[in-house]
Nanobody
Framework: QVQLVESGGGLVQPGGSLRLSCAAS????????MGWYRQAPGKQRELVAH???????NYADSVKGRFAISRDNAKNTVYLEMNSLKPEDTAVYYC??????????????WGQGTQVIVSS
């Protein structure tokens, strides 16, 4: 009933930038935390960044200073601005949101994943 639609993934050169977007739609009463996770080949899924409704943020150490997460509450959308990209940033990036479909029912939702490839 809640859908997260991602966009912005693709191929980028090292040192380049990419902006990911994820819009939540469907039966939404409220969205608390939104975030981005990634999973590189042979590695476990890891948190990249998350942001609360009040726009408090948290970043993985590996992306601090390079990535910026933001959100537009009116649009139920979260963004991830990725700068100074490195080959090790190559991964499938997943949007995540903790969503209430009504005042009492919260659940974690995930996007389909979007591929980010950082390569020359």
């Amino acid at each position: 009933q809640v859908q997260l639609v991602e966009s912005g993934g693709g191929l980028v050169q090292p040192g380049g930038s990419l902006r990911l977007s994820c819009a939540a739609s469907g039966s939404i009463f409220s969205i608390n935390r939104m975030g981005w996770y990634r999973q590189a080949p042979g590695k476990q899924r890891e948190l990249v960044a998350h942001i609360t409704r009040a726009r408090r943020t948290n970043y993985a150490d590996s992306v601090k200073g390079r990535f910026a997460i933001s959100r537009d509450n009116a649009k139920n959308t979260v963004y991830l601005e990725m700068n100074s990209l490195k080959p090790e940033d190559t991964a499938v990036y997943y949007c995540n949101a903790f969503v209430a479909s009504d005042s009492a029912n919260w659940a974690d939702y995930w996007g389909q994943g979007t591929q980010v490839i950082v390569s020359s």
